[in-house]
């Protein structure tokens, strides 16, 4: 069977454009909001939503990102991704201190939860924002920690035998969300 999109061009430009005119309202106006977004493709969103946001409120909104995988690709080249051995932190490329600031952390996929934990733990250890916010294009659910996102393009329930292919035009030449059975 093949995948099922989700998502075309067109329903993720409206989803950012809601969530940032939800951020907006969150924080009444972007004072002291920095972005930041997980690599690869969440980072890309968090540019995305930093230049509009910049646009809509006639701020510049800081963005920067954090590199987070699911394993760990330092090692053997031809070992695959074991999610048991959890996210790993390989870099951070933050802005500006972040203390005093709200922190809208993005990425494209919601699934256990444990990058997000990551990326809280990376960023608290930099600095200490007053508080942090989490987008997500989609969240596919199936939580292994508390953890919750403030923003979502799309709530996508899912079976864990389904995998959510996320292409963003930077990377992948278009905008599309599909689903597909693994
Ligand atoms: P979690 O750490 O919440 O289990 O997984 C989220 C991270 O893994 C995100 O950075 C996301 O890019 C990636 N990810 C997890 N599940 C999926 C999925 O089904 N599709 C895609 N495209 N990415 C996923
Ligand atoms: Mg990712």
Redesign the pocket.
């Known amino acids: 069977s093949g995948a099922v999109t989700v998502m075309d061009a067109g329903a993720v430009n409206r989803a950012l454009a809601r969530i940032c005119y939800e951020i907006i309202e969150r924080n009444e106006g972007l004072g002291n909001l920095v972005v930041v977004g997980?690599r690869t493709?969440?980072a890309h969103l968090a540019q995305r939503i930093a230049a509009r946001l910049s646009e809509i409120e006639g701020t510049r909104v800081p963005c920067g990102e954090l590199d987070i995988t699911?394993y760990r690709d330092d090692l053997d080249p031809n070992e695959q991704p074991t999610p048991a051995k959890g996210?790993v932190v390989h870099g951070t490329n933050l802005p500006e201190s972040l203390a005093g600031s709200t922190v809208v952390l993005v990425?494209?996929?919601?699934?256990?939860?444990?990058?997000?934990r990551a990326a809280l733990d990376a960023i608290m250890d930099d600095s200490r924002p007053d508080r942090i916010l989490l987008a997500v294009l989609v969240d596919?659910g199936h939580r292994e920690l508390p953890i919750r996102a403030d923003f979502v393009g799309k709530n996508l329930p899912t079976s864990l035998d389904e995998?959510?292919?996320?292409n963003v035009s930077e990377v992948d030449g278009e905008d599309l969300v599909s689903i597909r059975k693994v």
């Open positions: 997980i493709r969440g699911l996210p990425d494209d996929v919601l699934f256990t939860g444990r990058t997000t596919r995998a959510v292919d996320v």
